[in-house]
């Protein structure tokens, strides 16, 4: 938790100050948290990185700052429970300062939310990111003019490479006020003065709430409510239609007219563009990947790529290991121990070492490696969003017309971050469904990895069956999923694409190392207690009865060797520990290629992870949630056990 | 910042026009002519304020000796056109509509646009002259004395990709997506490129790339590019040469 951690934060309670860094989605914000207080939290180039507040203290001057990440939003009417979130947060934390990151590159949407952001009347500081990549566009922007028409300190910043970071802590300091306002015209002053008198004297931000009632924003009833009453409210609402009532025309429309108005003057006062538009690479392939023609194609290229590196580079280096490393000390080991039943506990089929240490170091840390970097690289790309421009259509065919899609490209990277993103999602079918498929047969990175690992040993071929497979499922399940749930509200599609960027050397390798370091924190422990738990499992002759008991399912149904209930056990507590012992099986020739792929489609299906599953519990509740992962694992074992028939009903023609 | 302060310059700046039309000015003589012509609270010290703006704007130059005003290339061309627009809604309300003059035309010269003003001029047969018998300012339409008007509003999807078009106004299917909207910076005025329309229509706007679908896609206006009207807000477009090495040679 920072450079101080909460215990001894209250040293300098007295001396601290609340700082909110704020700004549109994948504008930096933060690379920014993480410079300023030295901590690491996952970046990437792609909207809806950071889903929940994160906060982390730094100290500068002798003052205690304590630092909010927040996630990205457009402007302050609240259009998802996500943007609500971080509304509600400035109006309750009452923050001394707000960091506002400015993405350079898109000047006037930021500055757009700036206004609204400056109207509050918290002290603020700028800082202007990205300006690495808009010097090299040809546009200048001209800070000093920035900083003293807004009166507030703005600093030049290039978050990834921790440039201004230094300058921006010093600049939190000397926050201030801003001094922009707009004026709305005599109307809406009018009316806003009206609505402002209604409010009770205490209440916080009186202004920006009255223009947000004032614009008919649906989440602010229940807060009102709460804080004054039914009746109080029930007067204000009438106060509000007799006003609303007045106007001919949209409020949001003028509203709105007047700050694109002064967001324009104010940029054609600070931009100074260069009209030559340079082609650069990225901006290409941005182009052909979005593209059908070409688009599609890349695509298969860079699952190929990755296939062929995570195989081969990935087992190579597996395989040095264990020649080079594991086996010399384990076999000095062996000799070392003498009592029989201590050997197997530490070396045997579900031995400590060998199944917990080796399983997680030797089998799945090389696989997870070699794919988080590329996995890493396409991320920083921003290569991962414009998939949804190839996808759209399939979606809408299954009932995803909307917001929706995005979260579910990113359940690609992690199943339980998308689910927490579908909150962005404000039909509630779509929002169901969104989940549904995450949970069920999508693969998230680290599983397409294991799963390339896997498959490798048996073919390519394994791995097209797989997938497809995986994919008819998908389809087909959103596809009764839309029918079963009739709901005809039609959700526009409107997703901001990041730009594509030449990812960052060092920025990728310190992800890498990031997620790999999460990784060993967070299951070797759970792949050693495991395999103490299949060991003692084992031991007390649970497993035999098991095998015997399970042996219709597993060996008739599913056509998987009796050694599988092992894995069903460790799929329940960790995916890779259970893949880690697929591929222990594979290597030592006990699994087909048949039953191979019935054996991963199996596994990648059945029980979501336990983080998968608290993120439903927590989006859709307890109930709904566990109904859903009943289905899937249900459906998993008919899935495998069909896909068994029919590859053995192949074999025999 | 008020918005009365746009149309106050645009008034100046009318002001200026018509002084040039008779003659060179000075800063007395305009600050005198303008005084009656605005609304009350644009009296006295105000007028200089507005000077400065236009100067700081280099819409004027002052010359410090002779005080004398003029207006700079910048500011007559921005002079021309709110003359235009006011000389020629006369026409349009004084012909076609039958109604007093100056009854509305002093809002519209501040809210029509380039092409629209075009389009009326066209429609009208290229008037020379406002109903006041003043000279009206000639447009790029005249010197081509477009017969027909064929610059307007279509929809995105109509669009030829690749091309750039400025949007006149969009049809908010709801109100929620006008705030979604704004947050992109989807708005009049603004320019926008179309970069490709299968299976989803991505734009570039204000430097962001944008997809949506095709129904909102449908909802968007925007002008067409037309052959006559020239647009100062939309950027030069470089004619992309295919293949450069081949131009090369023939030199």
Known sequence: ?653 | MNNNNCTEVDEYLESLWYINEKGQGAVSDICEHTVGGLSEDTHGGLSEEVIEKLVSDNLVEIDDSSKIIGLTPKGLERARHIVRAHRLAERLLYDVMGKNIEDGACEFEHIVTMELVDSICTLLGHPKECPHGLPIPSGKCCELSAKSVNSSVIHLDELDIGKYARIAYVNCPNDQLIHRLNGLSIRPGVTVKLHQSYPTFVIECEGMHIALDNELAENICVWRESEFAYDPKTPEIAVKRRFPFLRKRRK
């Not at chain 1, 949804?388 to 017309?401: D, E, H, I, N, Q």
């Not at chain 1, 971050?417 to 999602?425: D, K, P, S, V």
């Open chain 1, 1 to 653: 938790m920072g450079l101080l951690d909460e215990k001894t934060a209250p040293r300098l309670k007295d001396k601290e100050r609340k700082v909110l860094i704020l700004g549109l989605p994948n504008s930096g914000k933060t690379q920014i948290y993480n410079n300023l207080t030295g901590t690491y939290n996952l970046v990437a180039n792609y909207h809806h990185t950071t889903i929940d507040v994160n906060r982390a203290y730094y100290e500068h001057g002798g003052v205690l700052y304590e630092l909010y990440d927040m996630p990205g939003l457009y402007c302050l009417f609240a259009n998802s429970e996500e943007e609500l979130l971080v509304r509600n947060l400035i109006f309750s934390e009452e923050p001394d300062v707000l960091l506002f990151c400015l993405d350079a590159n898109l000047l006037k949407q930021s500055l757009m939310l700036g206004i609204e952001l400056m109207e509050l009347g918290i002290p603020m500081v700028i800082a202007l990111n990205a300006i690495d990549e808009t010097s090299k566009k040809g546009i200048w922007i001209d800070t000093a003019m920035l900083s003293s028409t807004l009166g507030v300190p703005v600093v030049e910043s290039i978050a990834i490479r921790g440039i201004g970071t230094r300058k921006l802590k010093s600049s939190i300091e000397r926050a201030k006020a801003p001094k922009a306002s707009i004026y709305y015209g005599d109307m809406i002053e009018a009316g806003l003065a009206n609505v402002i008198h209604d409010l009770p004297e205490d209440f916080p931000f009186k202004r920006k709430t009255a223009m947000l009632l004032l614009l008919n924003d649906r989440f602010l009833e229940k807060d009102l409510i709460e804080a004054f009453g039914e009746n109080q409210y029930a007067e204000i609402q009438k106060n509000l239609s007799g006003i609303t009532s007045q106007f001919v025309g949209s409020i949001g429309k003028i509203v709105y007219y007047k700050r694109s108005e002064w967001v324009d003057q104010l940029s054609d006062k600070i931009v100074k563009t260069q009209d030559f538009d340079q082609r650069s690479m990225a901006k290409t392939f941005a182009q052909m990947s979005r593209n059908v023609v070409t688009g599609i194609p890349i695509f298969c290229m860079i699952i190929l790529i990755t296939y062929l590196l995570v195989v081969n580079v990935a087992n190579e280096i597996s395989t040095l290991m264990e020649s080079y490393l594991w086996k010399p000390v384990m076999d000095k080991l062996s000799s070392m121990v003498p009592s029989q039943f201590w050997r197997e506990f530490l070396l045997g089929s579900h031995g400590l070492l060998s199944l917990g240490l080796g399983g997680a170091i030797l089998t799945v840390l090389p696989i997870l490696s070699v794919f988080f970097v590329v996995f890493n690289v396409l991320e920083d790309m921003g290569y991962v969003p414009n998939l949804t421009v190839l996808t759209r259509r399939l979606f809408a065919k299954v009932g995803l017309s909307g917001y929706s899609i995005m979260p579910i490209v990113l359940g690609f990277g992690c199943k339980t971050m998308a689910t927490f993103t579908t909150r962005t999602i404000n039909s509630d079918k779509e929002k169901y469904i969104a989940i549904f498929l995450i949970a069920f047969a999508l693969p998230c990175a680290p599983q397409i990895g294991l799963s390339m690992g896997m498959l490798g040993k048996v073919g390519f071929k394994a791995f097209l069956i797989v997938f497809s497979v995986l994919l008819i499922t998908e389809i087909t399940a959103g596809v009764l999923l839309n029918i079963l749930m009739r709901d005809d509200t039609k959700n526009t599609y409107l997703q901001a694409l990041p730009a594509i960027r030449i990812p960052n050397v060092f920025a990728v390798l310190k992800k890498t190392y990031y997620r790999l370091y999460m990784f060993l924190k967070e299951a070797l422990p759970i792949f050693l207690l495991s395999a103490v738990f299949l060991f003692t499992l084992e031991k007390i002759g649970f497993l035999k009865i098991a095998k015997v008991f399970l042996a219709p399912l597993i060996n008739n149904f599913l056509g998987l060797p009796n050694e599988m209930v092992d894995v069903l056990i460790l799929v329940l507590a960790r995916r890779e520990a259970a893949a880690a012992v697929i591929m222990d099986f594979v290597n030592k020739g006990r699994l087909d290629f048949n039953q191979a792929i019935v054996s991963v489609t199996l596994t990648t299906m059945f029980v979501p992870c336990f983080a998968n599953l608290g993120a439903m519990i927590k989006e859709i509740g307890l109930r709904r949630a566990l109904t859903m992962a009943f289905f899937i694992t249900a459906s998993s074992l008919v899935i495998a056990g069909a896909l068994n028939k029919v590859l053995l009903f192949f074999n025999h023609v």
